[in-house]
């Protein structure tokens, strides 16, 4: 019989990646937030790297997955919004570790659209954005409707009936209606059904279940701390909502809107129902009050999410697993929370973008506690998950890995700006293209953001914005027309667009036909000589 310790040590390390939909960067006491308390991500963070400036490459969901998952940007995976399929012929993160002999298990959800190519016209996955990524089995998926948690709080005697969204309603409102007040009472499930504690409790079983020298691929989903915005006991009352830094706005929202066409646009298609099932109105007149209170139950939101994730560590480190266990945790995209008198995601704005990052090797300790200051990018975490277990990035790939950082050692070269993309057409309803009068294709934005600027180019004529940050970190003041910032403005372009010219689809770019055959690269065979 072979000795454990040496198996174990020999063999590929086991793979951990947790997301916690709509989580903000800022929204994680490591990072320095004075109200929010997540112990057990900071545990994470002391044995592992902090990234504090890490953005999501595209929002809302489906795109934002789809550039974690790819390591492409969304020019090159063209998942533009959610139900845009993705394309079968891009390869993924659960493919590739499929390929290392992994056997990657979801728990959750995934929000990939699939390829209608590549299925029968009739086939009822058309129907739905929620999708599963191609190379994941499924241990428990839980789509937005919810209803495999829902027979789990049913079959622990919770009256369920009330369906999604409006389980997640106080439950004294179920089935009644509100005057759009917000308030801190709780919903009828408790801290130890949520949706998030019912994941964990099937992750750990599914771990009870591995076999100790078999290394295996988990991704937790979890919809927290994503609305409807509600949090049993002692979550909902954890915060005081006039606790929180100040939100970042202008006067009024009817100032929002008068500074560009898109915030006119966006603000008014914002409803209280998307957040808060039954609210009535618009999100934009909800009031300082109610957005106090929204944010403290998005905080305990985030505490609750987090005493789910310390379930997990002991799981993982009860199965004897922890030193084996590669950890990411992240987030897609971010919260505007207020901010701009907006809730959700999307736009241009950093609260929407920037997301949490920690990833901890315990093969690498050079750098345990370590906070990484300079920017990195969904992109990212395909290209890093490959590079710790041992293997290239393909060279197609738009993200970077981050190894380095992870032992101690800062790339000279690295990039001196994050990228997002926005897309924002409407192709069922054309609702956008409508309103600005332009085609799907001019729908979009896109952002290069520096430490001291911010430069939002958009399609369709729709006019710039430049922001400069070291004197406007609301992001209120546009200097676009500004002729002073003239020069900024005129380089951040040329830099937008030479980042679009060097990372438009390399797929077959990079390989060449040769009187010697095929040199280069293509992506799913192995690399060719020339």
């Avoid at 086991?14 to 900071?42: E, F, M």
């Avoid at 004529?461 to 003041?477: I, K, V």
Wanted: proline fraction near 8%; aromatic fraction near 10%; hydrophobic fraction near 40%.
């Amino acid at each position: 019989m072979k000795d454990t310790a040496l198996v174990r040590k020999d063999r590929r390390p086991n793979v951990l990646l947790i997301t916690c939909d709509q989580w903000r960067s800022d929204c994680l006491s490591a990072a320095g937030h004075k109200v929010v308390r997540t112990p057990n991500a900071d545990a994470l963070a002391a044995e592992g790297v902090l990234f504090r400036q890490h953005y999501g490459g595209a929002a809302p969901c489906s795109p934002a997955r789809a550039c974690l998952y790819t390591g492409l940007y969304q020019m090159n995976n063209r998942v533009c919004r959610n139900g845009t399929p993705l394309d079968a012929r891009h390869g993924n993160i659960a493919l590739s570790a499929r390929s290392l002999g992994y056997d990657p298990t979801l728990f959750g959800y995934t929000d990939v659209s699939p390829d209608p190519r590549t299925l029968a016209p009739g086939d009822p996955r058309l129907k739905s954005y929620e999708g599963v990524l191609p190379g994941f089995t499924v241990r428990q998926l839980l789509p937005e409707h919810q209803k495999p948690w829902l027979s789990w709080l049913k079959a622990r005697g919770i009256e369920s009936s009330a369906g999604f969204p409006d389980i997640h309603r106080p439950a004294d409102e179920v089935g009644a209606g509100t005057d759009g007040a917000v308030t801190s009472a709780p919903p009828v499930y408790s801290k130890d059904e949520t949706p998030a504690a019912f994941l964990t409790g099937e992750f750990a079983r599914w771990l009870d279940e591995q076999e100790r020298d078999t290394p295996w691929f988990a991704h937790l989903s979890f919809l927290s701390p994503h609305p409807p915005f509600i949090v049993p006991e002692p979550y909902n009352r954890m915060y005081d909502p006039a606790e929180g830094p100040a939100f970042h706005r202008a006067v009024s929202w009817q100032a929002e809107a008068e500074s560009h066409p898109y915030l006119a646009y966006n603000l008014d298609l914002q409803e209280r129902s998307n957040f808060r099932p039954g609210a009535e109105g618009k999100v934009r007149d909800w009031g300082d009050d109610n957005f106090g209170r929204i944010r403290a139950l998005y905080y305990g939101m985030i505490s609750e999410v987090d005493a789910q994730l310390g379930r997990i560590w002991q799981a993982v480190k009860g199965a004897g697993a922890w030193d084996d266990t590669i950890v990411v945790l992240t987030s897609d995209h971010a919260e505007m929370m207020g901010d701009h008198y907006m809730l959700g995601k999307g736009g241009f704005f950093d609260g929407s973008y920037h997301i949490p990052l920690i990833i901890r090797d315990p093969r690498r300790r050079k750098a345990a506690g370590a906070k990484v200051d300079r920017f990195t990018e969904a992109v990212d975490i395909a290209p890093t998950l490959l590079a710790l277990l041992g293997e290239e990035t393909p060279p197609h790939f738009d993200g970077r890995s981050l190894k380095p950082f992870l032992d101690a050692v800062e790339p000279g070269d690295w990039r001196e700006a994050a990228h997002w993309e926005f897309d924002f057409r409407s192709v069922a309803e054309g609702d956008a293209e409508r309103h600005f009068g332009i085609g799907p294709r001019q729908c979009n934005l896109a952002v290069i953001r520096t430490k001291q600027f911010k430069y939002v180019h958009f399609g369709g004529g729709l006019p710039p914005l430049l922001f400069d940050l070291e004197q406007d970190r609301d992001e209120l003041t546009n200097v676009a027309a500004d002729p002073a910032y003239l020069p900024v403005r005129l380089e951040l372009a040329e830099r937008l667009l030479a980042w679009r010219a060097e990372h438009l689809d390399q797929s077959l770019a990079l390989a060449e036909l040769t009187d010697d055959g095929v040199a280069g690269h293509v992506p799913g065979l192995p690399p060719f000589q020339s």
